[in-house]
């Protein structure tokens, strides 16, 4: 089992790496325009484990961490924070980072990239493109 800080965009996140490879998100902290937001994950809605306006990056972990919010998750009660900030996962690594995620798209799913508006065919080829047209029947009935 592993604990340890994973660089995000806009942050960092607490990780907590299961023996069957499996990880859970624990905890978080991320820059603001006036400081840093800290979040220590729990089961249920707990208000006091979130605070905003920290100076520092390092005085948000400690909140954070000072939790221990692995304890709900699995985690080893002796369990001690990796010392090195992980780097922010690539697609190379076979995971998608939460922000590189297409927003509205379910978790595991990917979306076609589209560039540009889409192209009606060429005369004599076959259309993929669908008009949608509203029903109407049921308008000017009352």
Known sequence: MKLYWQERRMGQRL???????????????R???????????TN???P???????????????????FHPWDLFGGDLD????PEVRP?????????SDESSQAGAPAGTAQPAVEGPVQPAASGEPSLQTE???DQ?????A
């Open 44 to 46: 249920t809605y707990d």
């Open 88 to 96: 922010l996962p690539t697609e190379d690594d076979g995971q998608a």
């Open 31 to 41: 820059k603001t325009p006036r400081g840093f937001d800290a979040l220590a994950k």
């Open 15 to 29: 990780i907590l790496a299961l023996y069957d490879e499996s990880e859970v998100e624990v905890g978080a902290v």
């Open 48 to 66: 006091g484990r979130a605070q905003k306006g920290f100076e520092t990056i390092e005085e948000a972990k400690f909140f954070v961490e000072s």
């Open 79 to 82: 369990l001690e924070v990796e």
């Open 137 to 141: 029947s049921a308008e000017g009935e």
């Open 132 to 134: 949608v047209v509203p």
